[in-house]
Structures are given as C-alpha cells and as structure tokens.
C-alpha cells in the first residue's frame, strides 16, 4: 500500500461533479492498494501517518504531528500509484488490486484514520476526481507500506 502526503493550508475533492471532501489545514492523502496488501498495510500506514511530524511547532520546526495540529485529512483512492512505468511510455496497473478488494482496504484504511485524528473526508472510490489544495511547505512525503514491514522484522 503506498500513500503520497502532503501538508496542506486546505484541499478538497469534487467527485463525478459533486463536492465530497473539504478540509482546512491537515493532509491531502493519495492511497494506492496493491495487489497482496492486508489489513496490517492500512494498520501500519494509518499509525504512522497520523504521527507523522511534519508540522511547525512555535519554533518553526517540524515536531507536530496532524493529531497534534487538531487538523484534518483528505483521502483519495489512486490505482495509478501502482503503475509499471519501466517499458515504454504507457504505464500499466496490474499491481493494483483488484477493485472490490481495494475498496474494502481503502475503507478500512479510512475507518482507522478517522480513529485516531477524527476528521476525515473522502472521494469516491473509482469516480472520477477533480482535487483542489493549497500546499503547504511544500512537505509531500511517499510512504510504503512495505517498508515499514521491513523496519518492524
């Protein structure tokens, strides 16, 4: 499971034309499920993302956390972030999971966020999304869900 983070001032998502997520300051997640992820991808992901210090304390340096901050979250279900792009110049997505089975993980992976930051808004699983945000920073961080595996053996 990779996710993209970025700290934002704001973000939201319109979703096959209707708005479906809005928030203020926090992180704009895009979640991509692979194929072979688990329930421990989105356990191992969900934690260390709303841990994660990537705000500004009162001396300017990165030592908040999005709990911390009493910020919010925007998460956006992305297959592309399983794209093959090493031959040719058309990316393919075998690596992504199959939908049912994504959706399923990416609801989970919201569920356990909503636990431990409290607000968090969503596209639509498979719609077409339009996303607005205003970077903050920018901070933008790529997180897999492999490698923290990796770390905990």
Not at 49 to 73: T, W, Y
Not at 118 to 128: P, S
Not at 133 to 141: D, L, Q, R, S, Y
């Amino acid at each position: 499971m990779r996710a993209v983070i970025q700290r934002v001032s704001a973000a939201s998502v319109i979703s096959d034309g209707v708005l479906t997520g809005k928030i203020g300051q926090g992180l704009m997640l895009l979640l991509g499920v692979a194929k072979g992820d688990e329930k421990l991808d989105a356990e191992l992901l969900a934690a260390k993302i709303a841990k994660l210090r990537i705000f500004s304390d009162e001396n300017d340096k990165m030592n908040k956390s999005v709990m911390d901050i009493k910020g919010s979250a925007l998460v956006v279900s992305n297959f592309t972030l399983s794209a093959n792009y090493s031959h040719g110049n058309r990316p393919d997505y075998f690596g992504a999971e199959a939908p049912e089975r994504a959706n399923d993980l990416y609801e989970y992976f919201v569920e356990l966020l909503r636990k431990e930051i409290g607000n968090v808004e969503t596209g639509v699983f498979g719609a077409h999304m339009d996303i607005t945000m205003e970077a903050n920073g920018p901070i933008t961080i790529v997180m897999d869900s492999d490698v923290l595996k990796r770390k905990g053996k």
